[in-house]
Structure formats: structure tokens, C-alpha cells
């Protein structure tokens, strides 16, 4: 039962981080790493 419980709060979590990874690509922020060298820089949003 606490492994049920365990694996389900994983995947929940899990499933949380995807999520708001895909809304940030969406809106344009997947360069917030700060990575002058990243080939998708020039059309980030999210960059001053």
C-alpha cells in the first residue's frame, strides 16, 4: 500500500514538472538557462 501511495506521488510530480515545462515552451521561455551558445537564443522571449 505505501508503494502504491510512493509511486503515485512520484508520478504526480513527474507529471507537474512536464506539464510546466510544455506551458514554458509554449510562452516561449525555454531559454532561461541563460546559455548564450543555445541555437534557439535569438527567438527567446524570455531573454533581455
Do not use: P
Not at 23 to 44: L, M, Q, T
Amino acid at each position: 500500500m505505501q508503494t502504491i501511495i510512493i509511486i503515485g506521488v512520484i508520478l504526480m510530480y513527474s507529471g507537474y514538472v512536464i506539464f510546466k515545462k510544455i506551458k514554458d515552451v509554449r510562452n516561449g521561455k525555454f531559454c532561461s538557462c541563460g546559455c548564450d551558445g543555445c541555437s534557439a537564443s535569438k527567438g527567446c522571449k524570455s531573454k533581455k
